[in-house]
């Protein structure tokens, strides 16, 4: 059938617009709520959310959804998405939501929904979700003596801080460390100050004022500037911008350099791989990950596989295949030895780790590799199939030809929008612009 309220990542819109309002999220909480319930004992699903002032609303309504079809449910409050994840299995819930538009700004909102081992549910459970919500909704409530409890829990918090604590080697503290850290005014903006402070570093603050409307705006890791000027203010020696729901970071090193997620993910795999605790025998990342990514971890025996853009692809694949070290380069890198979605807290616990270990600074352990010239550009179109065109895989063959083994050529339509994306990389930055730009100009002249 075809897919009316869920996309690529749950569901997500603009906040009292379609799907974002109060009557498809009780929707949602009734019909998740009843697929999800398949027995005689008593059924929980555990819910967090955000910062945004939309949350009151969205989540009062899922609450009334789930009671009404016999579910008990746990409310976090504010809560990074992969705590919501490891709650609920920690408690073990039937079911995990997040309401959470991630790295938008307040005005959007979404709902994301775990099953009761942390993952994002499949989409056929969400198509079955789906069915439900278009069917009669008189047939999936509860009897009166059974409608579900609500109950907040007040220990979420601490349980979260611990958990992410104990993902470190043991007797590992950042005493001596200056840290500023910039929560987005989202949900971190409690648990990750907490957690770093508990671990001995002297922690600046940043972005931990939400209002329900400030979350994202100039901060977190879609606005590291504010970041980078406090780095260099306070001499700190690491940066870390988490965005809206903390499933991913962006580190600024002492200098204020931006660290992206190609760099952490070399440089976890290799500390992990002297531990003796990489699995895989390499890194999941997506196709937007730098050729000199791949060409650092073959250096260390490691292989790199590619998947499409997106986290889902990426955890799709480490569980099939063993991985526990993935991710992507806008810092969203998920650890499966300890979560099952992308953890910024936890990833910067991991790189802090090796600061601490190392004594060097974040400048010289994030310098593993120089990245290749990546130069992408977007080509709109209003209709048809552009990349269909005789011209256009002409340029798309002769590109490939001129990169050969030098260099990488991607070239996707966005999931999201009507564009093409065309990106280029190789070891020869003017060949490369020549590339994209020969293609761009083709794909142009196809979509005129």
């Known amino acids: 059938m075809t897919r009316k309220y869920f996309g690529t990542d749950g569901i997500r819109g603009s906040a009292n617009a379609f799907p974002m309002t109060s009557e498809v999220a009780l929707k949602v909480g009734m019909s998740a709520g009843k ?16 910062t945004r002032l939309s949350g009151y609303m ?30 609920t299995r920690s408690l073990r819930a039937d079911l995990g939501v997040m309401i959470s538009a991630s790295h938008n700004p307040y005005v959007d909102n979404g709902i994301k929904l775990f099953g009761p081992d942390g993952y994002k549910l499949s989409d056929e459970t969400e198509a079955e979700i789906e069915q439900l919500m278009e069917g009669d909704s008189t047939e999936l409530l509860a009897a009166a003596e059974s409608i579900g409890r609500a109950t907040r829990i007040d220990s979420a918090r601490e349980r979260y801080v611990e958990f992410a604590k104990r993902t470190l080697p043991k007797n590992i503290r950042f005493d001596g460390i200056r840290v500023v850290i910039d929560c987005a005014n989202g949900a971190g903006y409690k648990v990750a100050p907490e957690a770093l402070w508990e671990l001995g570093a002297e922690v600046i603050k940043i972005g931990v004022e939400p209002n329900g409307l400030n979350i994202n705006k100039d901060c977190g890791s879609t606005a590291p500037e504010d970041l980078i000027r406090k780095v260099n203010e306070v001499r700190a020696d690491i940066g870390i911008a988490l965005d809206g729901d903390a499933d991913r970071v962006v580190i600024v090193d002492e200098k204020g350099a931006i660290i992206d997620g190609d760099q952490l993910m ?27 990514l791949e060409r650092y971890l073959e250096n260390l025996g490691l292989g790199l596989v590619r998947t499409p853009v997106g986290d889902r692809y990426v955890v799709e694949h480490m569980r099939a295949h063993g991985y526990n070290v993935g991710g992507e380069q806008s810092g969203h890198i ?13 990833t910067a616990l991991q790189l802090l780790a090796v600061v601490a270990q190392s004594g060097k600074p974040v400048s010289e352990i994030c310098n593993r590799f120089e990245p290749l010239p990546q130069i992408m550009q977007n080509v709109r179109y209003k209709n048809g199939q552009p990349l269909d065109n005789v011209g256009v895989q002409r340029a798309i063959s002769d590109g490939k030809s001129k990169l050969g083994k030098a260099g990488r050529l991607v070239i996707r339509p966005s999931g999201t929008e009507p564009v093409i994306r065309v990106m280029a990389e ?19 002249d196809a979509a005129a």
């Open 35 to 50: 697929l999800f319930t398949n027995g005689s004992y008593r059924h929980r699903v555990v819910i967090g959310k955000d």
């Open 426 to 444: 190789g070891d020869d930055e003017r060949l490369v612009k020549r590339v994209v730009s020969d293609i761009v100009h083709a794909l142009s």
């Open 266 to 292: 070399a440089v976890i795999a290799e500390s992990w791989l002297m531990r003796g605790r990489l699995a895989g025998g390499g890194v999941v990342a997506t196709v937007m990950s730098n050729l000199a």
């Open 334 to 346: 998920v650890l499966s030895d300890f979560s099952t979605t992308g953890d910024g807290l936890i």
């Open 58 to 87: 969205i989540e009062s309504a899922l609450v009334s959804g789930f009671t009404a079809v016999g579910m008990d449910v746990f409310q976090l409050g504010p809560m990074p998405t992969p705590a919501v994840a490891m709650l």
